[in-house]
């Protein structure tokens, strides 16, 4: 029970199969989340690749629009509920919440390994659910096409996302409650790095709106199992009713895919520039808002379903308002990089990245939040675009920076720093061919989830699949490095980047403990020193 | 794809000046968002030996300032984008109605002469069209991106799409609202023809061969579905004396208020008629016993289309 | 006092790891009232739409059957909350006893619900379906209030036998709680209670406002 030689690595505290599968250490679990989630990554990714195949001609390549609406589902649905939403909470937010918070593991490990087998038992079925033949309804499932006209495996498909649903909520009930009992002592909410904050407004939409979902699913099963159901139009149910609850959860998703990565950056920021971050309180509260302010804005996906004049105008407006906080967040990490010292180490070239696709995407959020604009560009590749560029641009980067901002920590070793900056400029090089000729299409009307289209869409479509090839490529470059890097890789020292926060005065891999003794913590994060003073570089 | 620019109608213009606000307002903030990287990624670059002096420690003057300045610009797009959306939202008062049905995977079209189309729909121009639209299966949505415009069609409900096209053409009509493996195959094309054009085209063979003006095939199915029966013929309403049964009048009814027996007023509109017909039971007209069979499921959409159109064409008093 | 051994080296004591604990399972319920809230909103929405043809459906509900139930249930968490300040007073003996009258109470509730009043509205044709009994214009109506009743009380069902599960762990495991150190049977007592509330808000939707108009 009591490990006293605290200077034993977590990697190194057990070598059996057991000891990985059945432990309770937060590290561990994380880095079996890391091997799953990089599986379905490539898995979802691999679905992309297949589409972005079939649209190089108007015709379709692929020769069945069955089986590319089973891509595009299989796509979506792989790609929110076994990457985005789970990515940085469950590796990153796992590994690291304990050692910044000056703990010695999660509140509840044993849970923190039960939502680890939930999210495989989910993701087995989800598998199955592929292998079996799939499903065509899109991720988002609109009754009643799903309840009652389509042929795929939909009832497996609800059952995956339900377990991964609860997978998801033990994740987020493990940190709240760690985050409110955890904390080193001295360690008051506004000493706490804003990853932490971050972390905590996600696990509150985790934990808040995902039961809404795994319930809707529930009814939706049932309308798919017994044939009748509560949104059954043709006994008086409604199927908007569906939607509604549908987005009250998906919506907020796109905060719990996007606010942890907001964390990342604004870690990374400061220790790449060598200062403090810029309007520490802003930033945090702004994750609170949007936490917050995410939860009354659902009903923008529906501006054209049907829903009422009234209800459409306070969405759009509740939609400009949740749109503010990320501004403020921007101008905060372009504010911390104004009189700093900026190094351009591999993990700042994906943060800033991540800040310049982030700001398109956000700023697109525009053009369809104004309702007569949305009218135009909803369901068209304009959204599309959009919103991969919040998801992969955004979410995707900064997952990518976390990842090596932290690698040292996490494995013990440096990758080489040339072939991660190589990755980086290649994915925001390929992110951009691939999605940018999208929002030009919207505009020309092309509709989303289109086997075939008409011939005056084919020259983008060329080059956004061109872009795809690149970007697939830009995706392999990490996948190879840091593999590599894991055997070959040079051993990293306990704080590698010389960055503030507690996780880099344990060593590079930290013991089981984490501390061997509990750390006080005195100072505000982010206090770098004045390098002028102590002669950096 | 000719036609595509300028939009052919007014809305769609204003809508690509709203797109273009929109736009001139994201590569601004862009230039910004950029410019300030780049300038701050070459000039605070650790090598760089420029003097960083003292730095500001009134943060909240600047988060102040940008926070009021992006309110600003984001509530200026939402009024502007808002004041549109309501006048896309209302139709004018003497539209041109025209039907439109979705299934899986075709649109189809009836015009009010009965006239009826597949997976096209001719209208005329320099006039508000109003689509009165449902679907038989799934939810579809019918866009035109031509005219800027798009709305799903719901089973079991009426939604409502207008425009007013200004020039001749053909236009694409997509459905965009996921329904199924033909999704992609369910598109089309809308026609603008002049005014006497589409008066031809109404009376011209390809679209007139057999059929009936919709108001005619309506008091067939008023008949045939024993509607007369209470409510008497051309649907002057019953009473025990005449059709042995307490029946509301339909003559003179579309576009009347009628008080129901919650106490609440509402307009006879199609998706009223719609109701009373196939769940009359939400709809309890004050004053009558509550009898009327529901005839969900055993009319299709196209023909309940037919009676309401029918009920539509009585006025008050006639006999027809 | 064997304190190290009583919490595990993330926790600075045993005091700070009940706390900890007591914090989870109110998140918890937090959970899962949105888990069940988006039935009661469906449901009162889907009565707004259509209230004549829906009440119709609530009126052939068992009213008596009901009742009972309900009586069951707040006499479960009754006995529970007594159980409960039996362990406070340190006497495990009359927790146990009590616990078991609380399990039996929730037993009966499960056998009444799914055993007598679920076999007679299947008897009755309640189902909804091409075989759903009630006809003419309450037909749709009926059957959409029909499928609410019987999607939530199977999951109502299904949380209390979780319940029952726990129960039983808790009663089997007694030997190992003391006045001082009894959080897993607070945990369990909330968790007990939460269904408990959850039925009382289903109660009024199943049989009552059916009935009132």
């Given at each position: 029970?009591?490990?006293?030689?605290?200077?034993?690595?977590?990697?190194?505290d057990?070598?059996?199969?057991?000891?990985?599968?059945?432990?309770?250490?937060?590290?561990?679990?994380?880095?079996?989340?890391?091997?799953?989630?990089?599986?379905?990554?490539?898995?979802?990714?691999?679905a992309?690749?297949?589409?972005?195949?079939?649209?190089?001609?108007?015709?379709?390549l692929?020769?069945?629009?069955?089986?590319?609406?089973?891509?595009?589902?299989?796509h979506?649905?792989l790609?929110?509920?076994?990457?985005?939403?789970?990515?940085?909470?469950v590796?990153?937010?796992?590994?690291?919440?304990?050692?910044?918070?000056?703990?010695?593991?999660?509140?509840?490990?044993?849970?923190?390994?039960?939502?680890?087998?939930?999210?495989?038992?989910?993701?087995?079925?989800?598998?199955?659910?592929?292998?079996?033949g799939?499903?065509?309804?899109?991720?988002?499932?609109?009754?009643?096409?799903?309840?009652?006209?389509?042929?795929?495996?939909?009832?497996?498909?609800?059952?995956a996302i339900?377990?991964?649903?609860?997978?998801?909520?033990?994740?987020?009930?493990?940190?709240?409650?760690?985050?409110?009992?955890?904390?080193a002592?001295?360690?008051t909410?506004?000493?706490?790095?804003?990853?932490?904050?971050?972390?905590?407004?996600?696990?509150?939409?985790?934990?808040?709106?995902?039961?809404?979902?795994?319930?809707?699913?529930?009814?939706?099963?049932?309308?798919?199992?017994?044939?009748?159901?509560?949104?059954?139009?043709?006994?008086?149910g409604?199927p908007?009713?569906?939607?509604?609850?549908?987005?009250?959860?998906?919506?907020?998703?796109?905060?719990?895919?996007?606010?942890?990565?907001?964390g990342?950056?604004?870690?990374?920021?400061?220790a790449?520039?060598?200062?403090e971050?810029?309007?520490?309180?802003?930033v945090?509260?702004?994750s609170?808002?949007?936490?917050?302010?995410?939860?009354?804005v659902?009903?923008?996906?529906?501006?054209?379903?049907?829903?009422?004049?009234?209800?459409?105008?306070?969405?759009?407006?509740?939609?400009?308002m949740?749109?503010?906080?990320?501004?403020i967040?921007?101008?905060?990490?372009?504010?911390?990089?104004?009189?700093?010292?900026?190094?351009?180490?591999?993990?700042?070239?994906?943060?800033?990245?991540?800040?310049?696709?982030?700001?398109?995407?956000?700023l697109?959020?525009?053009?369809?939040?104004a309702?007569?604009?949305d009218?135009?560009?909803?369901?068209?590749?304009?959204?599309?675009?959009?919103?991969h560029?919040?998801?992969?641009?955004?979410?995707?980067?900064?997952?990518?920076?976390g990842?090596?901002f932290w690698?040292?920590?996490?494995?013990?070793?440096?990758?080489?720093?040339?072939?991660?900056?190589?990755?980086?400029?290649?994915?925001?090089?390929?992110?951009?061919?691939?999605?940018?000729?999208?929002?030009v299409?919207?505009?020309?009307?092309?509709?989303?989830?289109?086997?075939a289209?008409?011939?005056?869409?084919?020259?983008?479509?060329?080059?956004?699949?061109?872009?795809?090839?690149?970007?697939?490529?830009?995706?392999l470059?990490?996948?190879?490095?840091?593999?590599?890097?894991?055997?070959?890789?040079?051993?990293?020292?306990?704080?590698?980047?010389?960055?503030?926060?507690?996780?880099?005065?344990t060593p590079?891999?930290?013991?089981?403990?984490?501390?061997?003794?509990?750390?006080?913590?005195?100072?505000?994060?982010?206090?770098?020193?004045q390098?002028?003073?102590?002669?950096?570089? | 794809?000719?036609?595509?620019?300028?939009?052919?109608?007014?809305?769609?213009?204003?809508?690509?000046?709203?797109?273009?606000?929109?736009?001139?307002?994201?590569?601004?903030?862009?230039?910004?968002?950029?410019?300030?990287?780049?300038l701050?990624?070459?000039?605070?670059?650790?090598?760089?030996?420029?003097?960083?002096?003292?730095?500001?420690?009134q943060?909240?003057?600047?988060?102040?300032?940008?926070?009021a300045?992006?309110?600003?610009?984001?509530?200026?797009?939402?009024?502007?984008?808002?004041d549109?959306?309501?006048?896309?939202?209302?139709p004018?008062?003497?539209?041109l109605?025209?039907?439109?049905?979705?299934?899986?995977?075709?649109?189809?079209?009836?015009h009010?002469?009965?006239?009826?189309?597949?997976?096209?729909?001719?209208?005329?121009?320099?006039?508000?069209?109003?689509?009165?639209?449902?679907?038989?299966?799934?939810?579809?949505?019918?866009?035109?991106?031509?005219?800027?415009?798009?709305?799903?069609?719901?089973?079991?409900?009426?939604?409502?799409?207008?425009f007013?096209?200004?020039?001749?053409?053909?236009?694409?009509?997509?459905?965009?609202?996921?329904?199924?493996?033909?999704?992609?195959?369910?598109?089309?094309?809308?026609?603008?023809?002049?005014?006497?054009?589409?008066?031809?085209?109404?009376?011209?063979?390809a679209a007139?061969?057999?059929?009936?003006?919709?108001?005619?095939?309506?008091?067939?199915?008023?008949t045939?579905?024993?509607?007369?029966?209470?409510?008497?013929?051309?649907?002057?309403?019953?009473?025990?004396?005449t059709?042995?049964v307490?029946?509301?009048?339909?003559?003179g009814?579309?576009?009347?208020?009628?008080?129901?027996?919650?106490?609440?007023?509402?307009?006879?509109?199609?998706?009223?008629?719609?109701?009373?017909?196939?769940?009359?039971?939400?709809?309890?007209?004050?004053?009558y016993?509550?009898?009327?069979?529901?005839?969900?499921?055993?009319?299709?959409?196209?023909?309940?289309?037919?009676?309401?159109?029918?009920?539509k064409?009585?006025?008050?008093?006639?006999?027809? | 006092?064997?304190?190290?051994?009583?919490?595990?080296?993330?926790?600075?004591?045993?005091?700070?790891?009940?706390?900890?604990?007591?914090?989870?399972?109110?998140?918890?319920l937090?959970?899962?009232?949105?888990?069940?809230?988006?039935?009661?909103?469906?449901?009162?929405?889907?009565?707004?739409?259509?209230?004549?043809?829906?009440?119709?459906?609530?009126?052939?509900?068992?009213?008596?059957i009901?009742?009972?139930?309900?009586a069951?249930?707040?006499?479960?968490?009754?006995?529970?909350?007594?159980?409960?300040?039996?362990?406070?007073?340190?006497?495990?003996?009359?927790?146990?006893?009590?616990?078991?009258?609380?399990?039996?109470l929730?037993?009966?509730?499960?056998?009444?619900?799914?055993?007598?009043?679920w076999?007679?509205?299947?008897?009755?044709?309640?189902?909804?379906?091409?075989?759903?009994?009630?006809?003419?214009?309450?037909?749709?109506?009926?059957?959409?209030?029909?499928?609410?009743?019987?999607?939530?009380?199977?999951?109502?069902?299904l949380?209390?036998?979780?319940?029952?599960?726990?129960?039983?762990?808790?009663?089997?495991?007694?030997?190992?709680?003391?006045?001082?150190?009894?959080?897993?049977?607070?945990?369990?007592?909330?968790?007990?209670?939460?269904?408990?509330?959850?039925?009382?808000?289903?109660?009024?939707?199943?049989?009552?406002?059916?009935?009132?108009?």
């Amino acid at each position: 029970m009591t490990h006293s030689a605290a200077q034993v690595s977590y990697l190194e505290d057990g070598h059996t199969l057991r000891s990985w599968l059945l432990t309770t250490d937060h590290k561990r679990i994380a880095i079996l989340y890391f091997v799953a989630i990089t599986f379905f990554f490539f898995a979802g990714g691999f679905a992309a690749f297949l589409m972005r195949y079939n649209l190089l001609s108007p015709h379709g390549l692929l020769g069945s629009a069955e089986t590319y609406n089973r891509l595009f589902s299989m796509h979506g649905i792989l790609m929110v509920w076994f990457f985005l939403v789970p990515a940085v909470p469950v590796t990153l937010g796992n590994f690291l919440i304990p050692l910044m918070l000056g703990a010695r593991d999660l509140a509840f490990p044993r849970l923190n390994l039960l939502s680890w087998y939930l999210f495989m038992a989910a993701g087995f079925v989800a598998l199955y659910a592929v292998v079996a033949g799939g499903v065509d309804t899109g991720w988002t499932f609109y009754t009643p096409l799903t309840s009652l006209y389509s042929k795929g495996h939909v009832v497996a498909a609800i059952v995956a996302i339900f377990i991964a649903g609860f997978s998801s909520i033990a994740t987020g009930l493990n940190f709240i409650v760690s985050i409110h009992k955890l904390r080193a002592p001295g360690m008051t909410w506004y000493k706490m790095p804003v990853f932490l904050w971050s972390l905590y407004a996600t696990s509150v939409i985790l934990v808040l709106a995902t039961p809404v979902l795994a319930m809707t699913l529930l009814l939706l099963a049932f309308e798919r199992i017994f044939g009748i159901g509560v949104f059954d139009p043709a006994i008086g149910g409604d199927p908007l009713l569906f939607q509604h609850l549908f987005w009250f959860y998906s919506h907020p998703a796109v905060y719990v895919m996007i606010l942890p990565g907001f964390g990342v950056i604004s870690e990374i920021v400061p220790a790449f520039s060598r200062k403090e971050l810029f309007g520490y309180k802003f930033v945090v509260w702004a994750s609170i808002a949007i936490a917050v302010i995410g939860f009354l804005v659902w009903g923008h996906h529906m501006f054209v379903a049907g829903t009422s004049l009234f209800s459409a105008i306070v969405f759009s407006l509740l939609s400009y308002m949740v749109a503010v906080p990320s501004a403020i967040k921007v101008f905060n990490w372009i504010g911390t990089m104004h009189k700093g010292y900026i190094h351009f180490d591999s993990p700042m070239l994906y943060a800033i990245g991540f800040i310049g696709l982030f700001t398109t995407g956000g700023l697109t959020g525009l053009f369809v939040a104004a309702l007569a604009a949305d009218v135009h560009l909803t369901q068209t590749y304009f959204v599309v675009a959009h919103f991969h560029y919040v998801m992969v641009g955004g979410m995707v980067s900064a997952y990518f920076a976390g990842l090596h901002f932290w690698w040292p920590k996490i494995t013990g070793r440096l990758y080489p720093e040339m072939w991660g900056r190589a990755g980086a400029i290649t994915i925001f090089v390929g992110f951009n061919l691939t999605f940018f000729p999208q929002f030009v299409l919207g505009y020309l009307g092309m509709p989303r989830r289109y086997f075939a289209y008409p011939q005056q869409f084919e020259a983008l479509n060329l080059l956004s699949s061109a872009g795809a090839l690149v970007l697939a490529l830009g995706y392999l470059l990490p996948l190879g490095y840091l593999t590599w890097s894991l055997l070959y890789g040079e051993r990293a020292s306990a704080n590698p980047w010389g960055a503030t926060g507690l996780e880099w005065t344990t060593p590079s891999p930290p013991p089981t403990e984490n501390f061997a003794v509990t750390p006080i913590v005195t100072q505000a994060p982010y206090q770098y020193e004045q390098p002028e003073a102590a002669s950096h570089e | 794809m000719n036609g595509y620019w300028p939009s052919a109608t007014l809305e769609g213009r204003e809508v690509d000046l709203l797109l273009l606000a929109l736009l001139l307002v994201s590569c601004a903030v862009l230039a910004l968002v950029f410019g300030l990287i780049l300038l701050y990624m070459v000039r605070y670059r650790a090598g760089s030996g420029v003097h960083r002096g003292a730095r500001s420690d009134q943060a909240w003057r600047f988060e102040i300032g940008w926070t009021a300045a992006t309110l600003a610009v984001f509530f200026g797009l939402f009024i502007w984008g808002g004041d549109l959306y309501v006048r896309l939202f209302q139709p004018p008062a003497d539209a041109l109605q025209i039907y439109v049905v979705g299934k899986q995977w075709m649109w189809k079209v009836e015009h009010q002469g009965g006239q009826r189309e597949i997976n096209a729909l001719h209208v005329p121009i320099n006039r508000p069209i109003q689509l009165v639209m449902t679907s038989e299966d799934v939810i579809h949505d019918f866009s035109v991106p031509a005219f800027r415009i798009k709305h799903d069609v719901l089973p079991g409900r009426y939604e409502t799409l207008w425009f007013q096209i200004d020039r001749t053409g053909a236009f694409e009509l997509f459905c965009t609202q996921l329904c199924g493996v033909g999704h992609y195959t369910m598109t089309g094309e809308v026609v603008a023809m002049s005014q006497p054009d589409f008066e031809k085209w109404l009376a011209s063979g390809a679209a007139s061969e057999g059929h009936e003006d919709m108001a005619a095939a309506g008091k067939e199915l008023f008949t045939a579905h024993g509607c007369s029966g209470c409510h008497g013929e051309g649907g002057v309403g019953g009473s025990p004396e005449t059709t042995g049964v307490q029946a509301p009048a339909l003559a003179g009814l579309y576009g009347h208020s009628v008080k129901l027996q919650t106490g609440a007023t509402v307009t006879a509109d199609d998706k009223f008629i719609r109701d009373c017909i196939l769940t009359p039971d939400k709809t309890p007209v004050a004053g009558y016993p509550q009898i009327m069979p529901s005839f969900s499921g055993q009319i299709s959409e196209e023909k309940v289309l037919r009676l309401i159109a029918y009920i539509k064409s009585l006025k008050s008093g006639s006999r027809t | 006092m064997s304190d190290a051994a009583a919490h595990e080296f993330q926790f600075s004591s045993a005091e700070h790891r009940r706390e900890t604990a007591i914090s989870g399972i109110w998140l918890f319920l937090a959970t899962e009232a949105l888990f069940f809230g988006p039935i009661f909103l469906s449901w009162i929405y889907a009565r707004f739409a259509d209230p004549n043809a829906f009440d119709a459906g609530g009126r052939q509900t068992e009213l008596t059957i009901g009742v009972t139930n309900t009586a069951l249930l707040i006499a479960s968490s009754f006995a529970y909350s007594v159980g409960l300040a039996f362990m406070e007073f340190g006497s495990r003996r009359g927790m146990v006893l009590w616990l078991l009258v609380a399990w039996a109470l929730g037993a009966a509730f499960i056998g009444l619900k799914f055993g007598v009043e679920w076999r007679m509205d299947l008897a009755k044709g309640l189902f909804p379906g091409a075989n759903f009994s009630v006809h003419g214009p309450s037909r749709n109506g009926a059957q959409l209030f029909f499928a609410f009743y019987f999607f939530s009380t199977a999951l109502h069902g299904l949380h209390l036998l979780v319940g029952l599960a726990l129960l039983a762990w808790i009663i089997f495991q007694a030997r190992r709680f003391t006045a001082e150190r009894h959080s897993p049977v607070r945990v369990v007592g909330l968790y007990w209670t939460f269904i408990d509330v959850i039925w009382l808000i289903l109660f009024p939707l199943i049989y009552l406002i059916g009935r009132a108009s």
